[in-house]
T-cell receptor, first 113, second 117 residues
């Protein structure tokens, strides 16, 4: 059974702080790891990682994958109140496990002004 | 390009009733996955459809079913509703090209909030 564990479960910071969110996983046949941001309704896609050691960046957000140690981190620098959300990590199993993402519990990030 | 759309956005039903939720994927996307999100269990995979065929199914009882139409639109049905079925139901679509080796991102719709009384 695939498994994803995120830490911390919640985090409270002030604007301008840098945060690191962690995601560890167990998957039978790794295909990809994805990060999503969920504010009110739909999770919105942030990054997809498939190769170890290659950092993906988008503005103040960046993420990297370590396939040997089975984890990923999501960094957010110079946080803003608009970054307040639940950040979800998910893994996709290859093989015949079509269309299934296994999600972690999520990290609730609260950014105070 | 329009995103994934789901209807209705909110639904209130009573125990024992049945409900049908609809999902229209992003144009050109052929794979549709359904998820249930609850505060206690988080996001859990229900099933996935591609070319009108269910290819994968999660660990949910048979009361949960779905189908996909030739235009890739999908519906899910829950029969004999229980209080525990109250949740946000999300669908996600991906391109799922002809070669399985291609890695596709799943994009989520806004969800249908189902409340069972």
């Amino acid at each position: 059974e695939d498994k994803v564990v995120q830490s911390p479960l919640s985090l409270v910071v002030h604007e301008g702080d840098t945060v690191t969110l962690n995601c560890s996983y167990e998957v039978t046949n790794f295909r990809s790891l994805l990060w999503y941001k969920q504010e009110k309704k739909a999770p919105t896609f942030l990054f997809m990682l498939t190769s170890s050691g290659i950092e993906k960046k988008s503005g103040r957000l960046s993420s990297i994958l370590d396939k040997k140690e089975l984890f990923s981190i999501l960094n957010i620098t110079a946080t803003q109140t608009g970054d307040s959300a639940v950040y979800l990590c998910a893994v996709e199993d290859g093989g015949t496990s079509y269309g299934k993402l296994t999600f972690g519990q999520g990290t609730i990030l609260t950014v105070h002004p | 390009k329009a995103g994934v759309t789901q209807t209705p956005r909110y639904l209130i039903k009573t125990r024992g009733q049945q409900v049908t939720l609809s999902c229209s994927p992003i144009s050109g996307h052929r794979s549709v996955s359904w998820y249930q999100q609850t505060p206690g269990q988080g996001l859990q995979f229900l099933f996935e459809y591609f070319s009108e065929t269910q290819r994968n199914k999660g660990n949910f009882p048979g009361r949960f079913s779905g189908r996909q139409f030739s235009n890739s639109r999908s519906e899910m049905n829950v029969s004999t509703l229980e209080l525990g079925d109250s949740a946000l139901y999300l669908c996600a679509s991906s391109l799922e090209g002809p070669l399985r080796g291609h890695t596709d991102t799943q994009y989520f719709g806004p969800g249908t909030r189902l409340t069972v009384l």
